[in-house]
């Protein structure tokens, strides 16, 4: 009911950037979060950078002056810039959204991944 598209990710070199896109669609009555994660093989998916429709954000430590998460509430689209790669942030990247549906039942949705690497 709910579909999350993913664009932006590749292969970029370290301390170069990209920039991740996410559009929801669906039955969607409201947003709440919008957020990235991210998962490299054999760890658990973790938190990269989350946004409420009110602009406040939250960071992985870990990316924390390096990546910007952003959100055009009337797109129900979020953005993930990242600037200063570093081969460590190689990984796979997921948008998530939660929020209302029409009918207000809760949804907690995922993208299908977008694979970013990062070369030395």
């Known amino acids: 009911q709910v579909q999350l598209v993913e664009s932006g990710g590749g292969l970029v070199q370290a301390g170069g950037s990209l920039r991740l896109s996410c559009a929801a669609s669906?039955?969607?009555?409201?947003?709440?979060?919008m957020g990235w994660y991210r998962q490299v093989p054999g760890n658990q998916r973790e938190l990269v950078a989350a946004?409420?429709?009110?602009?406040?954000?939250n960071y992985a430590d870990s990316v924390k002056g390096r990546f910007t998460i952003s959100r055009d509430n009337a797109k129900n689209t979020v953005y993930l810039q990242m600037n200063s790669l570093k081969p460590e942030d190689t990984a796979v990247y997921y948008c998530?959204?939660?929020?209302?549906?029409?009918?207000?039942?809760?949804?907690?949705?995922w993208g299908q991944g977008t694979q970013v690497t990062v070369s030395s």
């Open positions: 669906g039955s969607i009555f409201s947003i709440n979060a």
């Open positions: 946004s409420t429709p009110a602009g406040n954000t």
């Open positions: 998530n959204a939660r929020g209302l549906l029409r009918g207000f039942r809760q949804f907690d949705a």
